[in-house]
């Protein structure tokens, strides 16, 4: 994490963001965090939408494989992996709307 506070990536909103919108890919050698979006609380549904979307047409090559997108809780001064996922606001945000 940067030392400066992160903004949402949602053009035009400006508030710091408290979530990252990521997906774990791996080519079976070497596993990464492809990050798609940070974003605060009021724009986590369209850029969860977005991203997973994004991740939906992401073209792989053999061997590649690349997860649903995640939704995990910014902390400062921690790395990726260590991130708090919020499994059931993926799961929400899912679901269909009536
Ligand atoms: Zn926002």
């Not at 909103?13 to 609380?41: F, H």
Request: aromatic share 8%; proline share 7%; with cysteine.
């Amino acid at each position: 994490m940067p030392p400066y506070p992160v903004i949402c990536y949602r053009p035009g909103c400006g508030q710091p963001a408290v979530y990252k919108i990521a997906a774990r890919w791996s080519d079976g050698v070497t596993e990464e965090l492809k990050t798609y979006s940070l974003c605060c609380e009021r724009c986590l549904a369209e850029l969860y939408e977005r991203s997973r979307s994004k991740q939906a047409a992401c073209r792989l090559a053999a061997g590649e494989t690349l997860e649903a997108p995640g939704i995990l809780v910014l902390a400062r001064g921690r790395h990726d992996f260590q991130l708090v996922r919020r499994q059931e606001l993926e799961e929400r945000l899912q679901a269909p709307t009536v």
